[in-house]
């Protein structure tokens, strides 16, 4: 078999050449002090960790970092500093956490390549997954790239991980995470074998993508994968540009604008549908994982005849929740494993949905940018949401179907929002803005306790981070001993920015 077979060295990467040496000396590195353990970004506890540099050097081709030494007194002082108190009852860090401190450690990638990362993601085994617009999915430890896939088609637009399973995720062909882009998507093991893909429907790509679990006592947990699409399909705007010059041309120009025109509504038709895949572990056929469709369709919550396309999709505490231009509708699943509309809420205005994210209990944090100044109508069977801004990141209370506060920090739209393990939030503007803004906790949670005060409160004081500027997207890099500290990954461009 593979494993019985030999390995040499130059087939193996540094970690697993340092345990084999840990191993064969019998070497047990057991420390008292505290161990932080981001996996991404250090190397394994006694490995290289004091490599004798003073300043930022060359791990190798394609990474560029601070010396390991350097790196890990950093996240010891802020460990320190904020978090080092102990709960005597559960001898784990107080609520107070670290802060970010926004200081670059490392860049993942080669500066000089033409693709860009689009999205990142982190594994529970701390691996850090980025997807590039070139197709290529690269897997990332220990300060090194450990893998390099191909995604089935040439741009990789979004990555996202599957909730675990009592850490059995991704073993016996179950599939870790999935990567989305170029009209399919495909789906991965742990190790980065791909197991499966799903198409899009022809002529569309997936615009949004997002994964959650329903939880059931009698048939336990079940795993879905959902997503809305757009419009790739490519019109010749000439086609018809010369006139018929008889009455068979213009019988057959009539039957083809006709076709066209079918062709479009079809397409605008499956932009309004969200797509649900769904599975358990129980159900494989010849040891390859069963998935069960179902077609979402978000109703009109305007007075409009036609339903808006979906541009955003997010799991929320179980629920799906769907986005357009139009508000917000979200659904639950029944018994049977189906989704229904639980509730509808909609905006002021007709807006542009940039993004959207699940904050404590029954947050949303959503990204908008106002399209139209006039007031839209609302049916009796949706709840408006109050807009006093044209662009911003509105917190929106889904129990309370209410806005509570506004983020107004960045000059243009937001593009990415990513809370912190500690409480605090992170915000990413567009080109116009180009700054990544740090939100306090205090004020956060100050905004979402209930009172008498239901004004819509509009915060703009915000910490603007010194490092990355631009980004794609963020990502929270965990101490994989469980402790406070964290990092962040942030795509910028054609590398991978890490902040601690």
């Known amino acids: 078999s593979m494993d019985e077979r030999p390995r040499f060295v130059e087939d193996m990467t540094d970690e697993e050449i340092w345990k084999l040496k840990q191993n064969s000396r019998g070497v047990n590195d057991d420390t008292d002090g505290p161990i932080i353990d981001i996996i991404a970004l250090q190397k394994e506890h006694g490995m290289e960790r004091d490599d004798g540099k003073m300043e930022m050097y060359e791990y190798n081709r394609l990474v560029t970092g601070l010396p390991q030494h350097q790196i890990e007194d950093?996240?010891?002082?802020?460990?320190?500093?904020?978090?080092?108190?102990?709960?005597?009852?559960?001898?784990?860090?107080?609520?107070?956490?670290?802060?970010?401190?926004?200081?670059?450690?490392?860049?993942?990638?080669?500066?000089?390549?033409?693709?860009?990362?689009?999205?990142?993601?982190?594994?529970?085994?701390?691996?850090?997954?980025?997807?590039?617009?070139?197709?290529?999915?690269?897997?990332?430890?220990?300060?090194?790239?450990?893998?390099?896939?191909?995604?089935?088609?040439?741009?990789?637009?979004?990555?996202?991980?599957?909730?675990?399973?009592?850490?059995?995720?991704?073993?016996?062909?179950?599939?870790?995470?999935?990567?989305?882009?170029?009209?399919?998507?495909?789906?991965?093991?742990?190790?980065?074998?791909?197991?499966?893909?799903?198409s899009c429907f022809p002529g569309t790509t997936?615009?949004?993508?997002?994964?959650?679990?329903?939880?059931?006592?009698?048939?336990?947990?079940?795993?879905?994968?959902?997503?809305?699409?757009?419009?790739?399909?490519?019109?010749?705007?000439?086609?018809?540009?010369?006139?018929?010059?008889?009455?068979?041309?213009?019988?057959r120009r009539e039957a083809a604008e006709m076709q066209e025109r079918m062709i479009q509504n079809q397409l605008l038709d499956v932009t309004r549908q969200v797509k649900v895949w769904m599975y358990d572990a129980s159900e494989k056929n010849n040891g390859r994982v069963a998935f069960r469709e179902e077609l979402v369709v978000p109703n009109a919550t305007n007075a409009v005849e036609r339903t808006p396309s979906t541009a955003k999709v997010a799991n929320f505490a179980g629920d799906l929740v769907c986005g357009d231009e139009a508000g917000l509708q979200i659904f639950d699943a029944t018994r049977e494993r189906r989704f229904q509309r639980k509730m509808a809420l909609q905006f002021q205005y007709l807006c542009d949905i940039d993004c959207m994210e699940p904050l404590h209990g029954n947050y949303l944090a959503v990204s908008v940018s106002r399209k139209s100044t006039e007031e839209i109508s609302v049916p009796s069977s949706a709840v408006r949401l109050q807009m006093p801004t044209s662009r911003g990141v509105y917190i929106v209370d889904t129990s309370g179907a209410t806005v509570r506060a506004v983020l107004d920090g960045h000059r243009d739209r937001v593009t990415c929002i990513r809370p912190l393990p500690d409480g605090r939030l992170l915000t990413a503007g567009g080109k116009f803005d180009a700054t990544v803004q740090l939100w306090n906790s205090e004020t956060l949670t100050k905004v979402t306790k209930r009172d008498e005060d239901d004004e819509i409160k509009i915060l703009t004081e915000s910490k603007q981070m010194k490092k990355p500027g631009y980004v794609f997207d963020l990502i929270v890099l965990p101490d994989s001993n469980g402790g406070a500290v964290f990092a962040i990954a942030a795509a910028r461009y054609n590398t991978i920015n890490i902040l601690i």
Request: hydrophobic share 30%; charged share 25%.
């Open 206 to 251: 997936v615009a949004s993508m997002t994964v959650g679990s329903i939880t059931s006592e009698e048939e336990g947990d079940r795993v879905y994968l959902a997503a809305c699409f757009r419009i790739t399909r490519q019109t010749d705007p000439n086609q018809f540009r010369l006139p018929p010059q008889n009455e068979s041309e213009r019988r």
């Open 74 to 198: 950093m996240l010891l002082q802020r460990m320190q500093k904020e978090g080092g108190e102990k709960d005597p009852s559960t001898n784990s860090a107080r609520d107070t956490t670290t802060e970010l401190k926004g200081e670059l450690a490392m860049t993942m990638g080669l500066q000089l390549r033409r693709a860009y990362v689009n999205s990142i993601a982190v594994l529970d085994n701390g691996t850090l997954i980025s997807g590039l617009d070139d197709g290529h999915v690269q897997f990332w430890r220990r300060g090194e790239m450990v893998k390099d896939a191909r995604h089935t088609g040439g741009c990789v637009d979004e990555v996202v991980i599957f909730p675990s399973s009592g850490g059995s995720a991704g073993s016996g062909g179950r599939p870790t995470f999935a990567t989305a882009g170029d009209g399919s998507i495909c789906l991965w093991t742990q190790d980065g074998n791909h197991i499966a893909s799903l």
